[in-house]
């Protein structure tokens, strides 16, 4: 799979957890591993309400704009309204078009905290997608989807920058896992998490 291919798969595997999110759950408190720079645990909302933001601006990174020239803005306020599922999916397509069009991914990609090649920002989009597509459908009792053909792809774009990942506090320590684990388990363990 090439990295838009595994970063397509990505935003589509999350959206597909999203969509299971029942009306009743909008508003429960999300385990540790969803807490950012507040001690606070956020809301199920708020985690959805940061994703659809982040997806939103997937088009205009990968157009080489910079978040200025774009609007600062843009994307500021709550962008999913009261009918957040059909929203979430909307962006989620959009986000998936603009990534079907990438040719080159040596274009340099202006983001909020530096400039990547568009190959590492796509990298970006396959881990926090990925990643948290398995935590979210465990925090809300759905199911993940992520395929072992996918989660190899996953595996095979983070294994190289999982160290440097490591250092700057993404990651925890790395879980040992053993060699004949699956696949899934591997990935976890890459990112100091286990099944």
């Given at each position: ?5 595994v ?14 999110i ?14 950012s ?56 397509g959009i ?16 983001c ?18 990925a ?17 072992d ?41 890459l990112t100091?998490?286990a099944?």
């Amino acid at each position: 799979m090439t990295p838009q291919e595994v970063s397509i798969r990505a935003v589509q595997t999350f959206n597909s957890v999203i969509q299971q999110i029942e009306p009743n759950q909008w508003e429960m408190k999300m385990p540790k591993d969803f807490q950012s720079n507040s001690d606070a645990a956020p809301t199920l909302k708020s985690v959805v309400d940061y994703h659809a933001y982040d997806d939103a601006w997937i088009p205009d990174m990968l157009a080489g704009k910079t978040m200025d020239q774009a609007g600062q803005e843009k994307f500021k306020g709550d962008i999913l309204g009261t009918n957040r599922l059909v929203m979430f999916a909307e962006i989620a397509g959009i986000a998936v078009e603009a990534i079907e069009s990438v040719n080159d991914l040596e274009q340099i990609v202006h983001c909020s905290f530096g400039d990547f090649s568009t190959h590492a920002y796509l990298q970006q989009v396959i881990f926090f997608r990925a990643i948290r597509a398995y935590d979210l459908a465990k925090a809300i009792g759905g199911t993940h989807g992520l395929t072992d053909e996918f989660v190899a792809a996953v595996y095979k774009e983070l294994l190289p920058q999982a160290e440097d990942w490591r250092r700057i506090g993404v990651f925890g320590p790395e879980v040992k896992i053993s060699d004949d684990a699956p696949q899934l388990e591997k990935l976890l363990g890459l990112t100091g998490r286990a099944l």
